[in-house]
């Protein structure tokens, strides 16, 4: 079992940036993949980032590719999402997801393999 807690979510202003957190519960963090996932009013979750189990791969949605940035840290049970030059159009909640994988070195972009979902933080950003 895991639980996933997200955190550093809040108001921001086109071009800030944000720092999202995603800490995990946990002895075997290690052997997860972790996507962020983000659903904005009215629409579709959808997928944002995502990170192998041992760190070594990324995967990023074309919208947020070149200013988003996945990272963890195993040693923290945590995984981040740095967030760049941040617009209205990043506005959402977002979501981290974790699943068990004996690869480790597997990125899954969709909502499916994921087994473990947080609450979500809410990430606004005002033009």
């Known amino acids: 079992q895991v639980q996933l807690v997200e955190s550093g979510g809040g108001l921001a202003q086109a071009g800030d940036s944000l720092r999202l957190s995603c800490a995990a519960t946990?002895?075997?963090?290690?052997?997860?993949?972790v996507g962020w996932f983000r659903q904005a009013p009215g629409k579709e979750r959808e997928f944002v980032a995502g990170?192998?189990?041992?760190?070594?791969?990324?995967s990023y949605a074309d919208s947020v590719k070149g200013r988003f940035t996945i990272s963890r840290d195993n040693a923290k049970n945590t995984v981040y999402l740095q967030m760049n030059r941040l617009n209205p159009e990043d506005t959402g909640v977002y979501f981290c997801?974790?699943?068990?994988?004996?690869?480790?070195?597997?990125?899954?972009?969709?909502?499916?393999?994921?087994?473990?979902w947080g609450q979500g933080t809410q990430v606004t950003v005002s033009s």
């Open positions: 997801a974790a699943r068990m994988t004996s690869t480790s070195s597997a990125v899954y972009r969709t909502q499916n393999p994921y087994v473990y």
């Open positions: 946990g002895r075997t963090f290690s052997s997860y993949a």
């Open positions: 990170i192998s189990a041992n760190g070594g791969s990324t």
